[in-house]
């Protein structure tokens, strides 16, 4: 029996589909903004069942991947080629476009594997591209980047959530993001030992406390 061929990555268009975008939460005008970042194969609708168990203060949009991949969609080449970065690239111009056309601004980003990326990707290009970060299962790209010196130096907040039994994660990675993160961000870690490649209630309910310290310090 052959193993089925990983579908390829089809690039859908270099910029983010306004038509795509499921729009949740708090609709008062200026109200700050929290970005939601699938994984691969995923969709937009996917992290926006996490919406009612977050701060009620934020508006919520989750944005669909601008490459498909079978039956969904993907931010960058899979499996992951740390020789190629321009599918993350891409992904990551466009929505650095679709934040700066926003009328309120972008308070940070909840992002799933792929979209944990992308999101760490986005302040690799520009440390104030977000105030925060959620990274679920995610990992930086794992080549270096221009901007990651200015990283380090600003070092904004960042919770990681992961499993202890994530398949994508072996030890050596596992210690490779966490000495990342540690060197780059100001990094919380949540790791769950039993969880494999998902989220948990408790995690859940670390980044509804973390997206709650956020909105303190900003005085919202």
């Known amino acids: 029996m052959s193993t089925p061929a990983t579908p390829p990555i089809e690039l859908i268009a270099p910029r983010i589909d306004p038509v795509a975008v499921v729009d949740l939460g708090n609709q008062a005008p200026g109200a700050p903004i929290v970005l939601l970042l699938h994984g691969v194969g995923s969709h937009e609708r996917d992290l926006s069942e996490l919406v009612p168990l977050l701060p009620p203060e934020y508006r919520y949009l989750s944005l669909r991947g601008t490459h498909r991949y079978g039956p969904g969609y993907a931010w960058l080449e899979h499996p992951l080629d740390p020789e190629h970065p321009e599918s993350l690239q891409t992904s990551a111009a466009a929505v650095e476009e679709f934040i700066a056309a926003q009328d309120a601004p972008v308070a ?49 907040p960042v919770l990681w959530g992961h499993g202890g039994m994530d398949p994508l994660f072996g030890p050596d990675r596992e210690d490779a993001v966490r000495d990342f993160l540690r060197a ?5 870690e949540v790791r769950r030992p039993s969880l494999g ?10 980044v509804a406390a973390f997206l709650r310290r956020r909105l303190r310090e900003a005085g919202t």
């Open 197 to 206: 490649h998902g989220v948990d209630q408790v995690e859940i309910e670390q």
């Open 184 to 188: 780059h961000t100001a990094v919380e």
């Open 108 to 156: 940070g980003a909840i992002g799933f594997s792929q979209g944990g990326i992308l999101g760490l990707q986005l302040l690799r290009r520009d440390p104030e591209a977000l105030g925060w970060l959620v990274q679920l299962s995610g990992a930086p790209f794992p080549a270096p980047m221009p901007g990651d010196a200015a990283l380090a130096e600003a070092r904004p």
